[in-house]
């Protein structure tokens, strides 16, 4: 077996021996191999079972809890298992029960000298017939134990009904239907065995709601048992899933063990997948009473009995809704809200058991914090803050990543002093980037950079950590991170953030009025946040520059970036709003229209950027200085001190030239070397714009020098634009060329 080292005194003990610490000789690489190869195959099989499992149910992929932003990306969480995931299992009968090992031999790649027969031994039998003797203890075995018979004519029909494919759905439950006739009265002596909870599994994955409830009555009582083991587990859960009409009664034989559950190694992940995935308001209500204590259990409605509307409706209100049934009673508010943190520290206490991480946990956190509030003596109240958040203080990571997870740590932040804020950013620096790519994770994040006073302390743990070039295009690829970035720039703006989410990030201003922890004023934090993210972003845009010698990385870099239209907006963005000298960023943009056609990938067919609307939109709102509002058909313009629109027109005529302006409106001749085929002229927009800026544009403040390079650009505009260009431009077919002459007219 592996892992054991076998005596080298006789040859049946070679096919025993483990791999030595250093692998020398024939005998040893070519056992060696042989187990790599072994191995490979097991892992390959289990991949390719674990890749199937999005298809169950009627080809719908299966709801995941949210993932924990400390947790590794390569491991993943504790999925709903799958009955087709596992091979029959044969016991293996060793070939000698006395055999010990000595785990620091070394292996001897020499042969071992025969050993002497006994005189007395039984004769030596071959290999098949020492097999034979081996399969008939193993079959005596299993007919010695329970229920045998049951479970030969059960994994028959079995091995018919978890077919992948089959002629007919009608064939498929004729299959189920076989089983369940086995199995009928006989389910809770089936589920228990770990080579026959499959069994089950596949008549609730295929059969019909009548099967699926004949399960869950025959089951009746033994869920708390179920949700332990380590393969009736995933049954539990494929019931919760599959059978909402039982759901309410399922959870219930959970009350009382909840907490004792939520610590167990195989029951937690099963409460926390019914709890995030699959209950309702009332159903999770059943999960968290026990959090609530004994005194409270009280008042809660019977879980054997039938629950009228009125009580469901109080239950969903949970904490609030029981402390408002005891009345104007202050001391037994008291208790009730000292039992839920009593119960909460367990949890906490015990960290390395995984029930931190749970959303469970984590709306229970958030009914205390939101329930002190009911609390009339102002000491108790900010007493029990005070302990709640040194309990969570080093584990604020692990409850970012669900809804009332994140709002508990917000609500820290909000109501912190400095020090508890410092220590919050401490314990969330390793995990910055994870958090920008989460939506409720992020949220956190976006109230640290609004009450944090401290922005020197926001640069150094939160800001640097998203601001490097390397994290700015991975963030780029997704809406959350391209959101975590823009709310450096330009917070709450509505042309990114939607109501919704607003909502929810304006959930802590009042509270932290309230507190009033933060004393900086709202302008000036952002300000500072800005100008501390400016100088990374700019570097970024400044890192696109595409140069003809630059190869395929400059290409790369423009495939990432500019071509994403998500990517596209954020360098605008960036451009409008973020401080700083912009000049060298101007002149990387510009280096993009002068790069060759390119595709985005393999499949793609190349073209120059400048087809790309949302690539084009990117110039054409820089040089009309902000974006243009459909509501009020005018353009909103970005503030003065940190974007001129007249600074840019200028940077593209000298940076351009005539070859380049001409080229972006004038359809070139195209040859066999795609490299030097033109833009099609479908740049028409942006000249125009060009022209209208440099010709009607004018500064907040009147710039003589400014004034004058406008003058400059004007001249060199309407020499390029010639009678042999303007021919040009009115002989082709590209869009835009009739507000183009337009704008021509005007120089």
Known sequence: MPGLMAKPTTTSSLSKKRSAPSQKGPASIKKQKSTSSSGSSTVTSKSKSKSSKSNEGQGQGLKKRSRPVTMPVSSAPDEEDDEDDWEDEI?????????????????????????????????????????????????ARMAAKPHSSLLIQAKHAWSLARRKTVPSPAERQADIQRLMGVIRGHVKEVVFKHDASRIVQTVVKYGSAAEREEV?????????????????????????????????????EFQGSVLRLLLHREASSVLADAFE??????????????????????????????????????????????????????????????????????????????????????????????????????????KGRREIFEMCQDVVAELVHTKDGSRVVREFLARGSAKDRKQILKVLKPHIERMCTDDEAQLVLFTALDVVDDTKLLAKSLISSITTPATLNTLCKTSQGRRSILYLIVPRTTRHFTPALLRSIGETDAVADKAGTSKKERGLREAEVRG?????????VEEMRWEKDSGAGGKKVIGEVVRDPGGSLVVAEVMLYADGDKSAAMTSLLSLLSAPPSAADASSTPQHLITIPHVSRIYKTLLQGGHFSHQTKTVVAAPADRWSPRAFAKVVVETLGEEGVIGL????????????????????????????????????????????????????????????VKGRVEGGEAKGKRLLLEKVALL
Not at 331 to 346: D, F, H, M, S, W
Not at 532 to 540: I, R
Request: glycine content about 6%.
């Open 91 to 139: 016991e293996e009968v060793p070939a000698d029960d006395d055999f010990e090992a000595d785990p620091d031999a070394m292996v001897i790649d020499t042969p071992a000298p025969a050993a002497q027969p006994h005189p007395n031994a039984p004769p030596k039998q071959s290999a098949r017939e020492s097999h034979a003797v081996q399969k008939a203890t193993h079959q």
């Open 216 to 252: 869950v009555v025959e089951l009746k009582g033994s869920f708390v048992q179920l949700a332990q083991s380590r393969y009736s587990k995933f049954l539990t859960t494929k019931l919760v899933r599959l059978c909402p009409a039982h759901r309410a009664s399922i959870l219930s």
């Open 277 to 382: 995935l699959y209950s309702n308001a009332y159903e999770r209500s059943i999960l968290l009473r026990d959090f609530y204590g004994k005194e409270a259990a009280l008042f809660a409605p019977s879980a054997s009995g039938d629950v009228t509307e009125a009580q469901k409706e109080q239950a969903k209100k949970g904490l609030r809704g029981v402390l408002e049934s005891l009345g104007a009673d202050e001391e037994q508010r008291k208790r009730v809200v000292g039992a839920v943190k009593t119960n909460l520290v367990t949890l906490f206490n015990n960290e390395d058991k995984g029930a931190v991480t749970h959303a469970v946990v984590h709306h229970a956190l958030w009914e205390y914090l939101d329930a002190l509030e009911m609390i009339q003596d102002e000491a108790e109240r900010d």
């Open 532 to 540: 501390a993210a400016s100088p990374g972003v700019l570097e970024w």
């Open 665 to 724: 409106c004038v359809p070139q001749p195209s040859d066999d070397d795609e490299e030097e085929a033109g833009t099609g002229g479908e740049g028409c927009f942006i000249v125009a714009e060009l022209i209208e800026t440099v010709v009607k544009g004018r500064s907040a403040v009147v710039d003589e020098d400014e004034e004058e390079s406008m003058r400059g650009c004007r001249k060199s505009l309407k020499g390029w634009f010639g009678g042999d």
